[in-house]
């Protein structure tokens, strides 16, 4: 009996100092804390970076030739035209400003100088009294603003060339300088006449990008002119018009943009992908 209460007292110590060991490390395993887990942060979308596009003034220069439509004038009895009629060819010099709208369009508004360009016609009738056969030659010249508000669509830049293409309307401010008008006998003078006329443009091209502020534009424009007064009343003969104007123009200019770099000419644009900061692990 004594041997079984000694076993029995040693089973009871070896049982509560079990309980007390797994007491002591529950204890300890809840003083550990748990690792936090990282945050996830989203990557937003890259944010591509373009070059702006704002205003551009420009300057051209352009050698033209007109071609008159055809004219009338009283005579007395009805009217009359010019038989022949030939205008030298001329240059122009002229501005504006215009607007890039985005890569592909932009706008502007532009003003043209003509200079003087030699005009001459002839003509065929009745001279005298009584009348006979008589033919006639005519000189004079004309000068002219035309004013344009202008479209393009821009065409893509390859290698730093844009072909484009456009079109326009304004008016156009003709000036004609006194008409002679010479029979073989007789030298008439009529004055000439200054008439405001609609006028619209076509025009097709390109442009070189020589940096991200400045470019070339060399192309072709044709421009008609509507009809109006010519030169006034002398012996019997006007008031007459012309019937307008087909004018073809070969064209080179420079553009200068200001307030942000053009779209066409600046670098690609800039990818900045967004860098998140790294987890930090407590």
Known sequence: MKNFGSMKNFALSLLLGTAFAVSANAARAADIPEPEMPTVIEQPAPVIIE????????????????????????????????????????????????????????????????????????????????????????????????????????????????????????????????????DGTVVTVHGGRKSMRGAFALMAGASYCVNDKIELDGGYRYTRVGGGDMFSYANFNGPGQDRGFNVHEVRAGLRYSFGGSNARCAAAPQVVEYQPEPAVYK
């Open 51 to 182: 070059s702006s596009g704002g205003w551009y003034i420009r300057g051209d220069v352009d050698y033209h030739r007109a071609k008159m439509r055809g004219s009338i004038y009283a005579v007395s009895g009805g009217t009359s035209e010019f038989a022949t009629t030939d205008i030298d060819d001329s240059w122009s010099l002229g501005g504006g400003i215009g607007y890039n709208v985005s890569k592909h369009f932009r706008v502007d508004l532009t003003a043209d100088y003509w200079m003087k360009a030699n005009f001459r016609g002839s003509t065929t009738g009745t001279c005298g009294s009584p009348a006979v056969p008589c033919a006639s030659t005519d000189t004079s010249s004309m000068n002219a603003w035309v004013v344009l508000a202008n479209a393009y669509a821009d065409l893509g830049t390859y290698h730093g060339i844009t072909p484009y293409v456009g079109a326009g309307i304004g008016v156009a401010h003709i000036k004609w300088a006194d008409l002679s008008n010479d």
